[in-house]
Every structure is written in C-alpha cells, then in structure tokens.
C-alpha cells in the first residue's frame, strides 16, 4: 500500500497499478524466470511490473515488455483488470491490467529482472505452481477468451 497525504490534509493508503502482458507468438507464449533478488523469484512469469508516474498502462506494458525481453510487440490488447484486494502470493495490494500481443523485432536483451527467458506452446505450459503470482490465471483467462470471445477487458 502506498501512504498519501491529500490537498486537505487527508491521508489515504492507496494501491499499486502493475501491468503484465501475454507476449504471443502463434501458439507459443514467451515467459521469463524471476531473478531469485526479486519476489517469487525462481519462477516462470509474464512480463511485467509498476507503472510509472505520467505513464498511460499501454506504454507502462510496451514499457516493460522490453525491458524484460527485449521484444518490441504489435496489436496490445487490454484483456483483464484483476482489481482483487487479496490476490495470492502477493506482498502488497495490486491493481492489474493484464494484456495480450504479438512479438515483433528483437531489439534488446532482458534486464536483470529474467534469469531466463522461454517460449512455452500455449498447450504445453508450466505447473501452475511453477508460475509466480496469479499470472497462471491470466494464461488461462486468454486461453478460454479464444475458446468463447467475449467483451475485453474482463473484470476479475
């Protein structure tokens, strides 16, 4: 939680905005394993992290996509807002909004946030367990949004 004093003199505890994104190429998804430095480290893991002051979430999303992959992305799709106040295995209160793309050009390395880096067949994914945070979920919110399309973003 984010502690903040208002114009009045109010304080309010306020909570994090993260983005992560599904970076898709056919029926592949490109994950990257957690630095062991950073939480749930050791773990399979969407791109992702905190958007930055004065940023839109889609460049926050590009943002982070090549800083940890070093992939440049087309067609961003807002998939869902994952606005639960308790999701699991997390040490602070999010706000998500999960996306989904299409790789393009390489044009960087990860930072040192990705110990490694490996595209997955979307039928062929790691445990659940093996997947940090809830990011399990957001694979299988797309795989089941390609199932049955429905109106983006869902509301999780």
């Known amino acids: 939680m984010i502690n ?3 114009e009045n003199g109010n304080g309010a505890k306020l909570r994090h905005v993260t983005v992560d994104s599904l970076v898709l190429k056919g029926d592949e ?3 990257h394993k957690r630095s062991a430095r950073i939480s749930e480290g050791g773990k399979w893991s969407l791109a992702g992290g905190y958007l930055d002051r004065d940023e839109t979430i889609s460049a926050g999303a590009e943002r982070e996509i090549f800083e940890e992959t070093g992939y440049r ?3 961003l799709t807002l998939l869902r807002i994952v606005d639960t106040p308790n ?14 793309c299409i790789a393009a050009e390489k044009e960087g390395e990860p930072d040192w946030e990705a110990e490694e880096q ?5 039928n ?6 093996s ?8 694979i299988q919110t797309y795989l ?7 109106t983006l973003p869902i509301l999780q």
């Open 4 to 6: 903040c004093t208002f």
């Open 29 to 31: 998804i490109l994950l």
């Open 73 to 75: 992305v087309k067609n």
């Open 87 to 100: 999701r699991p295995r997390e040490d602070r209160q999010n706000v998500s909004f999960v996306f989904f």
């Open 118 to 122: 490996k595209w997955f067949k979307l």
């Open 124 to 129: 062929d994914l790691p445990s659940k367990e």
């Open 131 to 138: 997947v940090a945070f809830d990011h399990f979920d957001s």
């Open 144 to 150: 089941n949004y390609l199932k049955a399309p429905s």
